[in-house]
């Protein structure tokens, strides 16, 4: 049996949702492992990002986001607006704040001292919604994911740049 763990690291824009085409480097992954038939699990480990499963679509707009990411960045904006200030959302209450501001004492860098970076409830509820992870079949030694489907790990956080990583169980014979 193969069992094989790999990372992927990926950056952020944090100025807008981040969708990082990973389709390719899984496929790399799936032949370089040996896998002909099991199963490929990819998983984030961070709670304002997931892993979706989409038709590829050629066309982009002038910001570089294809236009099924447009469609889906338009309707999440109607269901699920920003949260541009305190205000907006319930979250992050006071012992969530502390908490944070505590952490960052710890960890430099990785969890700024700044209230506003934290100012993500809408990235959370969409993340909740889409999910943190997604299976996909090998059957002999190929992906199962149809000509036209496309694997994206999604960073809805909008509050500041940040590398993310991607995690990747290969499993099977």
């Known amino acids: 049996m193969i069992i094989k763990h790999e990372t992927l690291s990926l950056e952020s824009s944090g100025k807008n949702v981040t969708y990082h085409g990973i389709t390719d480097e899984v496929k790399k992954m799936v032949i370089s492992s040996g896998l002909v038939n099991g199963q490929v699990v990819i998983s984030s480990p961070h709670t304002t990002c997931s892993i979706i499963f989409e ?5 982009v707009d002038w910001n570089g986001y294809e236009y099924l990411q447009v469609d889906l960045n338009r309707m999440l904006d109607r269901l699920i607006p920003r949260q541009l200030t305190e205000s907006d959302y319930i979250y992050p209450g006071e012992e969530h704040v502390k908490f944070m501001e505590e952490i960052s004492k710890i960890h430099g860098d990785s969890y700024p001292n700044d209230r506003s970076s934290i100012l993500n409830a809408d990235a959370h509820i969409r993340a909740s919604l889409f999910g943190s992870s ?3 079949i090998v059957k002999d030694g ?6 036209v489907g496309y694997i994206y790990f999604v960073d809805w956080d909008q509050n500041r740049k940040r590398n993310r990583l991607c995690n990747i169980l290969l499993m099977g014979e």
């Open 55 to 59: 038709e590829y679509v050629h066309d």
């Open 134 to 136: 997604e299976t996909f």
């Open 142 to 147: 190929e992906l199962q994911i149809g000509s």
